[in-house]
Structures are given as structure tokens and as C-alpha cells.
């Protein structure tokens, strides 16, 4: 499996941006598909997961009521809808899967730097 994000650039505080994950390879069993994201450092944060079937979603209390996840699984990509975002949400966001439902996370991607300028 191999995981491909996209969408990061700058944006103004209280702008938006909309990040993908694009999946390929044997995707079909990818069961939690999510975002983390890690700043300068500081801790890797996990920011959102869904499930396969879009019905079990988690977000962590710093993104809730500004960030939405998404999955489209018959494009095999993941969305990242980011509003109202603030200096604090700068970092590099990283698309993960793992094929459990539960555990570590077996496949990253790359890395998509997002910058908000205050």
C-alpha cells in the first residue's frame, strides 16, 4: 500500500485547506484510514481517524467543530477538510491506514507541510 498526500501550502489564519490522501495497492481491506500531524518540535498528534465505512469517526479536541474527515473509497482517497485554521495547526500532516481495527498503523505517507501564517 502505498499512501501519496497532498493539498498542503500556506494559508492566512482562518483559512482553509483541504488535504488527500491518494491509496494504492491492495487498499481493500484498509479498515481506519486518518491524519496525524506533527510541528516543530513537538509530539506527533493524531488529528482524525474513519473507518472504512465512514460511520466511526475520532477527532482530537484541538480540530473539533473545524476540521472534517472524509473518504471516498471508490477513488481510494482520503480528505482532510481544514477551516478556520490558526498558527497552532502549522506542522507536517501525515496520512496513515492500518488494516486492524485496532494497533499501530501500518502504512504512512510522505508528508504534506501546512503553514498558517498569523
Known amino acids: 500500500v502505498q499512501l501519496v498526500e497532498s493539498g498542503g501550502g500556506l494559508v492566512q489564519a482562518g483559512g482553509s485547506l483541504r488535504l488527500s490522501c491518494a491509496a494504492s495497492g491492495s487498499t481493500f481491506s484498509l479498515n481506519i484510514m486518518g491524519w496525524y500531524r506533527q510541528a516543530l518540535g513537538k509530539q506527533r498528534e493524531l488529528v482524525a481517524t474513519?473507518?472504512?465505512?465512514?460511520?466511526?469517526?475520532y477527532y482530537a479536541d484541538s480540530v473539533k467543530g473545524r476540521f472534517t474527515i472524509s473518504r471516498d473509497n471508490a477513488k481510494n482517497t482520503m480528505y482532510l477538510q481544514m477551516n478556520s485554521l490558526k498558527s497552532e495547526d502549522t506542522a507536517v500532516y501525515y496520512c496513515?491506514?492500518?488494516?486492524?481495527?485496532?494497533?499501530?498503523?501500518?502504512?504512512w505517507g510522505q508528508g504534506t507541510q501546512v503553514t498558517v501564517s498569523s
Open positions: 474513519i473507518t472504512r465505512g465512514g460511520s466511526s469517526l
Open positions: 496513515v491506514a492500518r488494516r486492524g481495527w485496532s494497533g499501530n498503523f501500518d502504512y
